[in-house]
């Protein structure tokens, strides 16, 4: 078990440089008008606050683009040709690739996230910034584009020269692999491999969703490049379960949301939201995206597991929820199964050098969490005792040796917290009246 840290690099101080950050959504999804957005829009949003609404930080001054997900936009037929074939990536590219290019200063600070396809999209522009770094404008990165799309490989030596640093690509569980038809060969968009890490990303994290199950949503992994810094962790749930705007309500996608934000508060500004609780992991269940599906569906995904597709492999880092959460899978009505945790000893997956801990703003709000479960469960305690005092009983006149009368007895309700030990009382005062002057 382990808790990865950074390699030691320079304090980021205060700048005069701007941050740019593009967030591009996952599948169809616009955080801006969906009930339950995905973490991409989440941490937009985080960040939006703490700029002053994309403005400025107490770093540096900040620029924020986000841009829906594949298919959000489009109506009808075409909306759902989008979701199946990506038609419409290669303008989420362009519009990325081009908010950078059009404000990118030198020692400025360039950060990509997305999600799904919009992960697989942030990926290409940050391949993009490496290789012809920002172009004058669109018609001339369209031409370059066409040129690379040839089967030929780059010219390393005179497409990096202008190479953009990126300080961080954060990505939810990249999908968005593009085919060839009618084979159905993947084919590197952009004559970019699907899997690279650029040398100019700095900071790589990918969330991986362990308990995906379908065969369209097959992962892309990073492949280590040797010089940024990657960190690539399995997190328990299906594709939306890490990267969230699921059709089921579940607490799952904060997890990783959560460490995300951890992972990012070493270089950028971004609050710790108090709303922002850590669910209860003994109560959170993976869902089984491939079974719950509807059968013309699951005939278009296919099942595959995240071992099946190799994703998985002895040196996987698992974050420790995973092991964590609900232990027992409920029963699928299909002979094809989820992953269960005890799944990855059949790789030879060593836990003390597999299994990483949750990072400091985990640990602390999972402490928070406990402690508000705490003090419910006291004041449970305390009601209960409460209801099982025998009552008083009122019915006649009730008088004591100090003379006083029922009318003197007062109770307090409701119940009263004692802010300092969590626990709650009930409190009862007796008022003397006092005597009645006779004239």
């Not at 899997?195 to 994290?205: D, G, I």
Request: glycine share 8%; with cysteine.
């Amino acid at each position: 078990m382990e808790r990865i840290a950074w390699p030691s690099r320079p304090e980021v101080g205060v700048s005069n440089g701007t941050e740019l950050i593009v967030l591009c959504d996952g599948t169809g999804k616009n955080g801006h008008v969906d009930k339950d957005p995905t973490n991409v829009f989440h941490l937009y949003r985080l960040l939006e606050v703490d700029s002053g609404g994309g403005r400025t930080t107490k770093r540096r001054k900040r620029n924020i683009l986000y841009i829906p997900g594949v298919g959000a936009e489009s109506k009808g037929v075409p909306k759902y040709l989008a979701l199946v074939f990506g038609k419409t990536i290669v303008e989420m590219i362009i519009r990325a690739y081009m908010f950078i290019a059009e404000n990118y200063r030198p020692g400025d600070s360039v950060c990509v996230f997305g999600y799904s396809r919009g992960a697989f999209v942030a990926r290409k522009v940050a391949g993009l910034l490496h290789r012809i770094g920002v172009v004058g404008g669109r018609d001339e990165l369209l031409t370059q584009w066409q040129r690379r799309e040839k089967p030929v490989p780059w010219d390393k030596v005179k497409d990096t020269k202008h190479s953009v640093p990126i300080r961080c690509l954060g990505v939810w569980d990249t999908v968005g692999a593009i085919y060839r038809n009618p084979e159905c060969e993947e084919k590197d968009l952009l004559g970019i491999p699907d899997a690279e890490l650029p040398p100019n990303v700095e900071v790589a994290l990918h969330v991986l969703a362990y308990h995906e199950n379908r065969k369209r949503f097959r992962v892309t992994l990073f492949e280590p490049n040797g010089k940024s810094s990657l960190k690539q962790i399995w997190f328990p749930g299906a594709h939306s379960d890490v990267g969230g705007g699921g059709e089921k309500p579940t607490e799952l996608p904060r997890v990783s949301l959560i460490w995300m934000i951890g992972e990012l508060r070493g270089f950028m500004d971004i609050s710790d939201n108090e709303r922002l609780e850590y669910p209860l992991l003994a109560d959170l269940e993976p869902s089984d995206a491939y079974n719950d599906s509807p059968a013309w569906k699951r005939a278009v995904d296919k099942f595959e597991t995240r071992l099946e597709s190799r994703a998985l492999q002895p040196t996987a880092k698992v974050h420790q929820t995973l092991r964590d959460i609900k232990p027992e899978v409920k029963a699928s009505h299909s002979t094809h199964r989820q992953l269960t945790f005890h799944d990855l000893f059949s790789l030879r997956w060593n836990i003390q050098t597999g299994l990483v801990l949750c990072n400091t703003l985990e640990i602390l709000k999972q402490s928070r969490s406990l402690s508000k479960v705490v003090r419910k469960e006291h004041l449970e305690r305390d009601r209960k005792r409460v209801m099982s005092l025998p009552a008083f009983n009122f019915s006649r006149p009730l008088s004591t040796s100090s003379g006083l009368k029922v009318a003197d007895v007062q109770t307090e309700s409701p119940i009263e917290e004692d802010t300092r030990s969590g626990e709650h009382r009930w409190s009862i005062s007796i008022r003397k009246r006092a005597p009645r002057v006779t004239m």
